[in-house]
C-alpha cells in the first residue's frame, strides 16, 4: 500500500501566521506602539467610532490607521482628515487580515513612532476572528440594528475579543435590541470582556472607551 504525507493545510496556516504576529508584538513592544484590531460587521459604524477615537485621543498621543478593505479609499480619505497618520490596504478580494499583510501595512505606513496603531479589519464576523495581526488587543463593534442575536450567531468573535463597543445606542428606542441580553450572552462567551455602549453620532460613550484606550497604551509603554 502507497504511504503518503497529510499536509494539515489550516493547522500550517495558522501556526506560520501565529508566529509571525507574535514577532510584530515584539517589534511593537521595542517600538512602544500599541496597536489595535477593530472589527465589525459592515455598516456598524467602525470608521465613525475610528474617528471620534481619534478626536479623543490626538492630543495626547500620536496616532496611526491601517485601513482594510477589498477595494476603494474611502475609509482611508475619511480618516485622513482627522490629521492621523493613514494608510489604506487592499486585500484582492480576502476577507480578513493577517500578520503578514498588518506588518506590509505597518512598515509601510512607517509607524515608528507612533504611540496608537488602530488596524480597522475588513468588516464581517468570521474570518476575521481566525487570524491573528499581531495586535495588542481586540476590539468589536456590534450595532443596534444588526440586533441582540449576533453573540449566538457568531460566537468565536465575541470570544477572542478584549472589548465589546456597542454602537448605535441613540437608536435603540427604534430597534428591539435588549442590552441586558447582549451583556448575558456575551459574557457567557467570554467572562473578562469589557462591554462599553457607545453612540459614534453623538459621542456618547466615548470618554469611557477612550479612556480604557488610554489606560491599556500606558500599561504597554511601561509594563
Not at 174 to 198: G, K, M, W
Request: charged residues 25%; negative net charge.
Amino acid at each position: 500500500m502507497e504511504t503518503f504525507k497529510v499536509l494539515k493545510i489550516k493547522e500550517s496556516v495558522f501556526e506560520d501566521n501565529n508566529r509571525q504576529a507574535e514577532a510584530i508584538r515584539q517589534d511593537l513592544k521595542k517600538n512602544k506602539t500599541f496597536l489595535l484590531n477593530l472589527m465589525s460587521s459592515p455598516g456598524s459604524g467602525k470608521t465613525t467610532t475610528v474617528v471620534r477615537t481619534i478626536e479623543a485621543l490626538k492630543d495626547e498621543l500620536k496616532i496611526g490607521v491601517v485601513e482594510a478593505d477589498a477595494d476603494s479609499d474611502v475609509d482611508a480619505r475619511t480618516v485622513s482628515l482627522t490629521g492621523a497618520k493613514v494608510i489604506q490596504l487592499h486585500t484582492g478580494g480576502m476577507c480578513h487580515m493577517d500578520a503578514n499583510m498588518t506588518r506590509q501595512g505597518l512598515v509601510e505606513m512607517g509607524s515608528d513612532g507612533l504611540d496608537f496603531v488602530i488596524l480597522e479589519n475588513i468588516g464581517n464576523l468570521l474570518c476575521p476572528a481566525d487570524f491573528d495581526t499581531g495586535a495588542v488587543k481586540s476590539a468589536m463593534i456590534l450595532s443596534v440594528p444588526e440586533g441582540d442575536d449576533k453573540p449566538l450567531k457568531y460566537p468565536h468573535m465575541f470570544e477572542v475579543v478584549d472589548v465589546l463597543l456597542v454602537n448605535k445606542i441613540d437608536a435603540m428606542d427604534f430597534f428591539n435590541f435588549d442590552l441586558q441580553a447582549v451583556t448575558e450572552r456575551v459574557t457567557r462567551l467570554n467572562p473578562h470582556i469589557r462591554i462599553i455602549p457607545i453612540s459614534a453620532k453623538t459621542g456618547e460613550g466615548i470618554a469611557e472607551w477612550a479612556e480604557w484606550v488610554r489606560a491599556e497604551v500606558h500599561q504597554w509603554k511601561n509594563q
